[in-house]
């Protein structure tokens, strides 16, 4: 079997999560992670045997490599790619695509100049409960779709890690924005976002918000986007997707995932699913083949192109329509 040579750039805990993933793939070999923090990069190469380098150029220069996942922090992201592309190698960039919208299409339009596959790291599509939501919209089991509410919400230390590089709505209301456009199956055609403001946290982003989007086919939903959930929260996330259709109606939750666990520590709920792997194997999968990208730049600039909108009505307070 021939094992497509992928590298990873960023070894924070996403990267390190696809370092992993990529071990399970048997059609895929990891051969290559870069990070600038020297002993970083020599532990997880020692790890999966992979070599260890800095910077992305030093990786691109590797002998052999095929594909890269980038896992930088977002706004790093385009010289990365950009780099990539030039090198004509394949790529998995982290969702969002970018935080900079000017930035997210010259990625994209890197890729196109270079002919070489871009994807984009929307995990969300590759839960089984998502996929089945999407069965349910397009088969015509719920009837026409008259309404979404879509739930994102994280621990409140989650805002600490991320340092106020990015607000709730580029880290965590991306995911729902594409998931909807992608259960749904329709584009937005207007936005309209308010954020909290009684209870700031320590970095001046937006923290908890409530966005409401009407598609195009006239269907309407709400997203809320947040990380005030407790430290101890059984869980340590509360993610959630109801849609209400003209014949029917779908509930889906991914805190509990059908397994509790009681014991003298509490109660939790463990992560049953491994939609990274999925991800990670559906971008393996396609360059070997030589198939389109399954998530495509341009889902990345649409999702991309949701956050604005709703960046924009906060600061507004008006409808933005796209």
Same mark, same amino acid.
């Given at each position: 079997?021939? $094992?497509?040579? =992928?590298?990873?750039?960023?070894? &924070? *805990?996403? %990267?390190?999560?696809?370092? #992993?993933?990529?071990?399970? +793939?048997?059609?895929?070999?990891?051969?290559?992670?870069?990070?600038? $923090?020297?002993? =970083?990069?020599?532990?997880?190469? &020692? *790890?999966? %045997?992979?070599?260890?380098? #800095?910077?992305?150029?030093? +990786?691109?220069?590797?002998?052999?490599?095929?594909?890269?996942?980038?896992?930088?922090?977002?706004?790093?992201?385009?010289?990365?790619?950009?780099?990539?592309?030039?090198?004509?190698?394949?790529?998995?960039?982290?969702?969002?695509?970018?935080?900079?919208?000017?930035?997210?299409?010259?990625?994209?339009?890197?890729?196109?100049?270079?002919?070489?596959?871009?994807?984009?790291?929307?995990?969300?599509?590759?839960?089984?409960?998502?996929?089945?939501?999407?069965?349910?919209?397009?088969?015509?089991?719920?009837?026409?779709?008259?309404?979404?509410?879509?739930?994102?919400?994280?621990?409140?230390?989650?805002?600490?890690?991320?340092?106020?590089?990015?607000?709730?709505?580029?880290?965590?209301?991306?995911?729902?924005?594409?998931?909807?456009?992608?259960?749904?199956?329709?584009?937005?055609?207007?936005?309209?976002?308010?954020?909290?403001?009684?209870?700031?946290?320590?970095?001046?982003?937006?923290?908890?918000?409530?966005?409401?989007?009407?598609?195009?086919?006239?269907?309407?939903?709400?997203?809320?986007?947040?990380?005030?959930?407790?430290?101890?929260?059984?869980?340590?996330?509360?993610?959630?997707?109801?849609?209400?259709?003209?014949?029917?109606?779908?509930?889906?939750?991914?805190?509990?995932?059908?397994?509790?666990?009681?014991?003298?520590?509490?109660?939790?709920?463990?992560?049953?699913?491994?939609?990274?792997?999925?991800?990670?194997?559906?971008?393996?999968?396609?360059?070997?083949?030589?198939?389109?990208?399954?998530?495509?730049?341009?889902?990345?600039?649409?999702?991309?192109?949701?956050?604005?909108?709703?960046?924009?009505?906060?600061?507004?307070?008006?409808?933005?329509?796209?």
């Amino acid at each position: 079997m021939r $094992r497509l040579q =992928v590298g990873v750039i960023g070894l &924070g *805990e996403i %990267g390190g999560a696809h370092c #992993a993933s990529i071990a399970t +793939l048997p059609q895929a070999q990891l051969v290559a992670v870069a990070d600038l $923090r020297a002993d =970083v990069a020599t532990k997880v190469a &020692g *790890e999966y %045997g992979a070599t260890a380098y #800095a910077t992305a150029d030093e +990786l691109l220069a590797h002998p052999g490599i095929e594909a890269v996942i980038i896992a930088l922090p977002d706004h790093l992201h385009l010289a990365a790619a950009e780099a990539t592309a030039a090198a004509g190698k394949a790529m998995l960039v982290e969702k969002p695509l970018a935080v900079d919208a000017e930035e997210a299409k010259a990625i994209v339009r890197a890729a196109e100049a270079a002919k070489t596959l871009l994807m984009v790291g929307f995990t969300v599509r590759y839960f089984p409960q998502y996929i089945r939501a999407r069965q349910a919209v397009a088969s015509g089991e719920l009837g026409t779709l008259v309404s979404a509410f879509a739930r994102r919400a994280n621990v409140v230390t989650q805002t600490d890690r991320i340092q106020g590089r990015v607000g709730v709505l580029h880290f965590l209301g991306v995911h729902d924005f594409d998931a909807l456009r992608w259960v749904i199956g329709d584009e937005v055609a207007s936005v309209h976002s308010i954020s909290a403001t009684s209870s700031p946290l320590a970095h001046p982003v937006e923290n908890e918000t409530f966005t409401t989007l009407r598609f195009k086919k006239g269907a309407i939903a709400c997203v809320q986007a947040g990380w005030y959930l407790p430290t101890n929260h059984p869980a340590g996330f509360d993610f959630r997707l109801d849609l209400t259709g003209r014949d029917g109606s779908l509930n889906l939750s991914m805190m509990e995932q059908g397994l509790a666990i009681h014991s003298k520590s509490g109660t939790s709920y463990p992560y049953m699913a491994s939609p990274l792997i999925a991800e990670d194997r559906d971008f393996v999968d396609s360059v070997l083949a030589g198939a389109p990208s399954p998530i495509t730049g341009a889902d990345g600039l649409a999702a991309g192109a949701i956050v604005d909108a709703a960046l924009e009505s906060i600061a507004t307070g008006r409808v933005v329509n796209l």
